[in-house]
């Protein structure tokens, strides 16, 4: 008998009696030489990621073991596929039955006839809810996390790989947590440009600081003005990586700390009219820290116009972007602890590119596959 690896395969059906092509291809597997059938996840139904005139689909995930090869577990799925009826027509089409290899043991395969892990079931909730029922504390090959952090930077979400999309990077998180620092990185290890947030260039910002409350509507307007001229989607170039040391809803969070009733509305009417114009990141890497931390920060680099700020405001913008982000379903968040990076350490930055990359158009698309 040879080595026996442990596998995990994404089935998904959105043709014709999806539970019963479901159930079948299980039997199949589970008939299959040199496969065991060990586990299979519950079945759950997802809409589909393209195409919105195809049905929903219903997914699963199943664990074997198998003494095959990676290219000889993908020859035994297409195979099934085609028993069960499966024709490949289009790309992202609808499929009586599919049977991606998801993970193969802990190998990484780059051949033209095979890619594990999947490349994008990192993107997929409806592939790692089913992968964490079976073991969330399984860590992917590639990106050195467990699925269930995996599953909680999607918030839920299924996502894809555009390269035609302009490949937005955002770094958010509280005043003095690092943003633009870690931004400047990664623009610099991608090629990518970087836009920040024109802090000096503001000439209500220092005022408003100082006290003169009246000029907070013009500081917060002239933020949004400058956000919205550099993230206009059709400045932009399309496949092209650009960081953020902002995310564009930053605005409301200090608009509905900074400004009075009559200033909030007008404030909130402007960003409605202006919003639909800037890209949406295909990734945010919300950095965060203690209050206590980021004060410290704040008062080291010594900005005269920030040293007024308290700990106590800090304590309430750091709930409004725990709230955000709670509630956010645009693209996957990494969550990082700014005080655990080291950024004198080029493992700390390698790893972190690593990550971003691998959430962006210069990781690479499956192949055809849906999961």
């Not at 269930?148 to 299924?158: C, P, S």
């Not at 937005?168 to 990185?185: D, H, N």
């Not at 953020?244 to 509905?256: K, M, N, P, Q, T």
Request: aromatic share 8%; charged share 30%.
């Amino acid at each position: 008998m040879g080595k026996s690896t442990k596998a995990y395969i994404g089935i998904g059906s959105n043709l014709g009696d999806r539970r019963r092509y479901i159930e079948s291809s299980v039997k199949m597997l589970a008939g299959a030489p040199e496969l065991r059938l060990l586990r299979v996840s519950e079945v759950i139904e997802s809409a589909p990621l393209l195409g919105d005139d195809q049905p929903s689909y219903l997914n699963a995930v199943a664990e074997v073991e198998t003494e095959l090869d990676a290219e000889g577990l993908l020859k035994t799925l297409g195979e099934i596929e085609i028993l069960l009826g499966r024709v490949r027509e289009e790309r992202w089409g609808p499929r009586t039955i599919d049977l991606d290899l998801l993970i193969f043991g802990v190998e990484v395969v780059n051949k033209p006839t095979a890619t594990v892990p999947h490349p994008q079931m990192h993107l997929r909730s409806f592939v790692l809810r089913g992968l964490c029922e079976l073991d969330a504390d399984l860590v992917h090959p590639v990106l050195g996390v467990t699925f269930g952090e995996l599953a909680k930077r999607l918030n839920g979400g299924d996502f894809s790989v555009d390269p035609e999309r302009p490949q937005l990077i955002s770094v958010a998180g509280l005043i003095g947590v690092g943003k633009t620092t870690l931004a400047e990185k990664l623009a610099e290890q991608l090629g990518g440009e970087m836009l920040r947030e024109p802090y000096d260039t503001n000439p209500h910002l220092a005022k408003v600081y100082a006290g003169q409350t009246e000029l907070a509507l013009d500081s917060e307007l002239y933020f949004l003005n400058w956000r919205v001229e550099q993230s206009d989607r059709d400045s932009l170039t399309a496949g092209r990586v650009v960081v953020s040391d902002y995310v564009f809803e930053r605005g409301l969070i200090f608009a509905r700390r900074l400004l009075n009733t009559e200033q909030l509305d007008s404030y909130e009417k402007e960003y409605e009219r202006m919003a639909g114009r800037c890209e949406t990141p295909v990734l945010v890497i919300y950095l965060w820290d203690s209050s206590q931390v980021c004060l410290e920060r704040i008062r080291n680099r010594n900005r005269p116009y920030e040293q007024r700020i308290q700990r106590e405001y800090l304590d309430t913008l750091a709930g409004d972007y725990e709230r955000l982000f709670a509630e956010w379903r645009k693209c996957p968040v990494i969550r990082l602890k700014s005080s655990e990076l080291d950024y004198g350490n080029e493992a700390t930055i390698e790893r972190i590119v690593k990550q971003a990359k691998y959430y962006t158009a210069m990781h690479g698309v499956s192949a055809g596959k849906r999961a």
